[in-house]
């Protein structure tokens, strides 16, 4: 097969910042997909459906003409969130999910949620009303090592939020481990999962072998060999409980390769030929269009797209940067060929 034509897709989980970065970055997501779920860890963080509507109005804004794209808005859970004001979010269309981050997991997360025990009775009002949950599935104990934290953390707070509330939609967003597709292949209906074209191409050695190398640090980090192939083994494996998630996340060259060596990575510029490379080295191109265009929209029970895309057979090199209003920023597969390009 040299040619591939799909249902226009969706992106169920990417950052998008804001301000000069947001203008420069919702273009490559825009050409591909046709929805993506916001995530809302801005500073501050989308805490609020009139905050969400304002963010929603700024992405719109970066469109370019022509260009048919809706982002959908995720809230940013606290310990102190408003359940009220969450469900008429949701009930107004303001809000598609809302967002559980570990307080200090991962970027602009520190208003994140200490315990989800503090929060039981805005989840208990999220699944009488039907909104799903998009977990950042890792614990934040500094006794918990790195690479334990996704495991851990099904054993400690998803496993007993499951069994508490089954009503409850989670997608378990950009898993990372084998113990990850066990827990979801083992899962009722109500659970969903997100993987990132990075950990179904690279395992841990792209950030440490040859010197660290910032631009392969994500959070959760890349994992072992054993866990890379078990995400490609789910994704391509056609179950619907598995769905198109970039967790495209972009910091300039300045704030990767600095002190802080910042984690995100971003893939938005050739996401779907970064996808469909990993399909097709696993002989599942019959595959993609359900995990790309079709798995994410039947769990968050939103219509299918009636576009569609293609993509042809053809080399395509990926640039080693590429410019953001003057500040570089280096893209997932920078300096690489991929076989597949998008028409």
């Known amino acids: 097969m040299n040619e591939i034509t799909i249902r226009r ?111 039981m009775g805005v989840l208990e009002r999220m699944a009488e009303i039907g909104m799903p949950l ?27 939020l499951v069994e508490r509330l089954p009503a409850l939609r ?31 191409h690279i395992n841990r050695n792209a950030m440490l072998v040859g010197g660290i190398r910032p631009h392969a640090y994500c959070l959760p980090v890349a994992k072992r060999e054993a866990h890379r192939l078990a995400l490609r083994k789910a994704a391509t494996s056609g179950s619907a409980k598995y769905f198109l998630g970039t967790d495209s996340a972009p910091h300039t060259r300045e704030a990767k390769e600095s002190a802080c060596g910042c984690a995100g990575i971003f893939n938005a510029p050739f996401a779907l030929e970064s996808y469909l490379t990993v399909f097709d080295e696993e002989g599942a191109l019959d595959k993609f269009e359900g995990f790309a265009s079709e798995n994410g929209p039947q769990f968050y029970r939103l219509p299918l797209n009636q576009g569609t895309v293609t993509l042809r057979r053809a080399e395509v090199r990926v640039p080693d940067s590429v410019d953001a209003s003057g500040s570089p920023v280096v893209p997932f597969h920078a300096g690489e060929t991929l076989r597949w390009t998008l028409v």
Not at 19 to 30: E, G, H, K, L, Q
């Open 134 to 160: 998009c977990v950042h599935g890792e614990v934040t104990s500094a006794d918990i090592d790195v690479f334990d934290r996704e495991a851990v953390f099904i054993d400690r707070v998803l496993g007993p």
């Open 170 to 200: 989670i997608i378990f967003e950009h898993i990372t481990t084998s113990e990850a597709v066990q827990f979801v292949d083992g899962a009722g209906e109500s659970i969903g999962a997100t993987i990132t074209p990075q950990h179904l």
């Open 9 to 119: 897709p969706d992106d169920w989980h990417l950052h998008f910042r804001d301000d000069a970065m947001m203008r420069f970055v919702v273009p490559y997501t825009a050409r591909q997909f046709a929805r993506a779920i916001v995530m809302p860890n801005l500073t501050p963080p989308v805490t609020s459906a009139a905050m969400a509507k304002a963010y929603r109005e700024r992405i719109v804004a970066a469109v370019p003409d022509g260009i048919d794209f809706m982002p959908l808005m995720t809230c940013y859970l606290t310990d102190n969130t408003d359940a009220d004001d969450l469900a008429q979010g949701f009930a107004d269309g303001v809000f598609t999910a809302a967002k559980l981050y570990p307080a200090g997991a991962t970027t602009n997360s520190d208003s994140g949620v200490t315990d989800v025990a503090k929060i």
